[in-house]
């Protein structure tokens, strides 16, 4: 069973009306997603519904995604519902009742635990039936776990690879402490590899958000279309405010259930926060966003607070006077930086977190990779008030410039053009 909605007209989203010079004519965008992408609260959903929020302006888009039915029907009523002239709902995959169990039953499989929760009979079977009846310039599929079969239509198959999954896989095992849990991550890596390759080869154009990932695809497939459309963020909702910085607060943002997260905070609390205060003794890390697992709550103490959910990081980005991104473990683009840099914070963060960023150490934010440089930029940050402003000036100046969602969906709408234009000519 398939719940949606569809409105007579499609609808906009007020101030975003206009044509860009040079704008393609109106096109029917399909978009596959895993989920509804409303509230864009963590990094996913903010580049599903900041991608449809651009592209509704100037195009049709129709959303099909996994939803619990009625209630997602009437979500998409409100917030982002405007943006869809369709939406289509598919129930979730049946949940396994233990993970642990589903993961090892997957070693039996060739197939990767990993992918397997995002793939059903009846989101194929929903895929299928909107191609036959709807007519649509362009398929959107968001990440290879959402990977489906190709129709025959003739119409452009675009793959959206949010991260390299396979790479993240791997380097979580890199950093996994248990055994166990490194075996099965190195296991599950190579087989979201293959699975991952099978979905470039069957493409007709696949989107990264950096050249980094864009160049892992290109050895295995030199002459497939691809561009890089980078992560942005929204310059506007996201700005500097003339909020006065508390000088000892150390501030991290995302959802601290995502492993690269999880791994971040356990990370700077055990190993940078001790040599931080030791240099700072009034240094406070402040951990600001859902689902933090009871082994990290269990790290909170005077100097270490979880805010859990919050239904607006800006305050929490605003008091900050460093805001960090102490990643080992990642692939693509990190939203939390781009955020920050627009609201004109100085940002620390290792090579890892930003990887895939057109920034330069030193000039947009700051770079260390191992526990005591780490905080000691951090401090000098701190005390440094001309460092932090001159650092937050040049990162909102290159969020303006090269990273607003309305110009990167620029280059997404020319890759667009690009591949229905071959479609037409054959």
Not at 35 to 61: C, D, E, I, K
Not at 162 to 179: F, G, Q, T
Not at 237 to 259: K, L, Q, W
Not at 374 to 382: D, L, P
């Amino acid at each position: 069973m398939v719940a949606g909605l569809t409105r007579d007209e499609p609808v906009g989203v007020e101030g975003l009306d206009g044509r860009v010079d040079g704008a393609a004519p109106a096109r029917s965008i399909l978009l596959v997603a895993p989920s509804w992408p409303h509230p864009p609260t963590w990094g996913f959903a903010t580049r599903v519904y900041n991608l449809a929020r651009q592209l509704s302006a100037r195009h049709h888009v129709t959303l099909l995604a996994y939803g619990a039915g009625a209630g997602d029907v009437t979500a998409a009523t409100n917030g982002a519902g405007p943006i869809f002239q369709s939406v289509e709902f598919v129930p979730h995959p049946a949940a396994t009742r233990s993970k642990r169990r589903a993961q090892a039953t997957s070693l039996l499989s060739s197939r990767s635990y990993h992918v397997g929760g995002l793939r059903s009979a009846s989101m194929e079977a929903a895929f299928e039936r909107l191609l036959s009846e709807r007519s649509f310039d362009l398929v959107q599929v968001e990440s290879s776990q959402m990977a489906l079969s190709r129709s025959g239509s003739g119409i452009p198959f675009v793959l959206d690879e949010h991260n390299i999954e396979y790479l993240l896989l791997r380097r979580l095992a890199e950093v996994e402490s248990s055994p166990d849990r490194k075996a099965f991550g190195y296991v599950e890596a190579a087989k979201v590899r293959r699975e991952e390759v099978q979905a470039w080869r069957h493409c007709d154009g696949a989107v990264f958000t950096c050249e980094a990932d864009l160049g892992v695809m290109r050895a295995a497939f030199p002459e497939k279309p691809a561009c890089v459309v980078p992560n942005g963020v929204d310059a506007e909702y996201f700005s500097p405010t003339h909020d006065e910085p508390e000088p000892s607060t150390v501030v991290f943002t995302g959802s601290i259930n995502y492993r690269p997260n999880t791994d971040a905070v356990a990370y700077f609390i055990k190993e940078v926060m001790p040599r931080l205060l030791r240099l700072k003794p009034s240094a406070r890390f402040v951990v600001v966003g859902q689902g933090a697992p009871d082994s990290l709550l269990r790290m909170a103490d005077a100097n270490v607070e979880f805010t859990g959910a919050v239904p607006d990081v800006r305050p929490y980005l605003a008091r900050a006077a460093v805001v960090i991104a102490p990643l080992r473990v990642g692939s693509g683009t990190r939203l939390k930086i781009l955020e920050a840099l627009a609201m004109g914070k100085p940002v620390v963060t290792t090579t890892i977190g930003c990887e895939g960023l057109s920034v330069v150490d030193g000039e947009h934010l700051m770079v260390a990779d191992d526990p005591q440089p780490f905080a000691e930029v951090v401090a000098r940050v701190m005390s440094d008030r001309e460092l932090a402003t001159q650092l937050g000036r040049t990162g909102r100046e290159l969020i303006e410039r090269d990273y607003s969602w309305s110009v990167v969906v620029q280059h997404l709408e020319r890759f667009h053009t690009q591949l229905i234009s071959k479609e037409t000519r054959v």
